[in-house]
């Protein structure tokens, strides 16, 4: 029965690799259509007739006429939405919202989940990524298990229309195709269970005995699981648990850091990672090969993009580009149009392109995740570079990190602050501090610049974290759950001092 299940699920998959195809050969195409149809639903909403779609014809009118929007512009907007108001920003009622784990002034966001946006994005473009899989690798069992996945929960808000928010993984698993329930564990009940510290050990009873073939989920908070399980077995490789383990889809964060932890646990030269750009507002890329570290973008899923090169990003009114116009290696803030109703919406993240032919992206940061106190504008791609290689060369296990500034005091030079938690400490800190920011140098111009003399940057200032430190500061945080993840990078000391009062309070 199971095998019967795996061949008809993968024949269905793979019959979607000639549209996949198609939005490859034809991408310029293949937007325009996604623009006229996204200004074609919007026209009759609040947010179409405020900006005149209904006199949009083209991209420079598009461009000229609706502006570029923070999740704060669009927050009133989003506010009426979700308190039950029709055709705000997408036609009809929204009664989904995706609450985000990015956070604005440390509050929550709440990004509507249209029916189109779930359908035609978040669960088609998950469709084919597994497609793509089968695609690369039709040896595959992958259906003849199950798949874990670790996401979050949602709540009613009845007081609203019926309104359901909470996170994106726990709205996909009310809305997936009936079929997929018998491929998927854990439990319904016990996958959208609010509290982490319990869902933990409840997952990992109802799992441990289960036959897993993939896993889905954030890395930092599945090696949490996984640990549990071994726990539990007592065993260090995760193949005596799962020995038809074969598949491990992640996102959210950058992979390389937690690679070599991964290859640990699961010791399996059959086992494949695949990387996944998705997010609360749609699902934008997949690695569409085993081998590669870039992911093929996805260009007919309702969503239109638009690229800001990320250093014009805060100028007042920044140019946008269309796709047929960007650049290769430039790193580009990434501006949406979506089919849930966002409208050249901001979404924070900077990605920077590998490849024209097909399109093919890496995300290399935040717009709000980097550290430019001295003009060194250091991003999170080359962080997690430089952690990987220090990492790698000085047999180190990272588990978790954030950065900040040192700003100047007296005679004193500035620098950077690291606070590191390892699963497996390096043989030598100092060293793997020096190779850290000898990459660092390599890979930005800036950065080498400011080092150069310890002038304005002095050398790193690297702090290792007792182990579960950041785990107690996202509880104290509330951000505890499959899809919350520590921030890497920030231009200010807030994130830092809190978790070394935090450290000194427990003391």
Known sequence: MKLLVHKIASWVLKRRMEQIENFSRHPHKTQDLVLSRLIQKGRETEWGRTYGYKNIHSIENFRSQVPISSYEDLHPWIERAFRGESHVLWPGKTQQFAKSSGTTNDKSKFIPVSLESMDDSHIKAGQDMLCMYFTNKPESKLFAGKTLSIGGSHQSHSEYGDVISGDLSALIVENVPRFYELCRAPSKSVALMDSWEEKLPRMAEEIINDDITGIAGVPTWTLVLIHKLMEMRGTDNLLDIWPNLELYLHGGVNFDPYREQFKSLIPSDQMSYINCYNASEGFFAVQNELEADDMLLLLDYGIYYEFIPAENIHEDHPKAYSLDEVELGRNYAMIISTNGGLWRYNIGDTICFTSQDPYKIRVTGRTK???????????????????????????????????????????????????????????????????????????????????????????????????????????????????????????????????????????
């Open 369 to 507: 995740h980097f550290i430019n106190a001295f003009g060194e504008e250091l991003m999170v791609d080359n962080a997690e570079r430089a952690i990987t290689r220090a990492a790698r060369e000085t047999g180190a296990v990272v588990g978790d990190y954030t950065a900040a500034p040192i700003y100047f005091e007296g005679l004193s030079n500035g620098g950077h602050e690291w606070l590191i938690e390892f699963e497996q400490e390096p043989s030598d800190i100092h060293r793997f501090t020096s190779i850290m920011d000898k990459t660092l140098k390599s890979l930005n111009s800036d950065y080498e610049a400011k080092r150069k003399a310890d002038l304005a940057l002095g050398f790193p200032l690297l702090r290792v974290m007792p182990k579960g430190t950041f785990h107690h500061w996202m509880k104290k945080r509330g951000k505890l759950g499959g899809q919350n993840k520590v921030p890497r990078l920030a231009n200010n000391r807030k994130y830092v001092e809190d978790i070394l009062n935090m450290l000194s309070v427990r003391k």
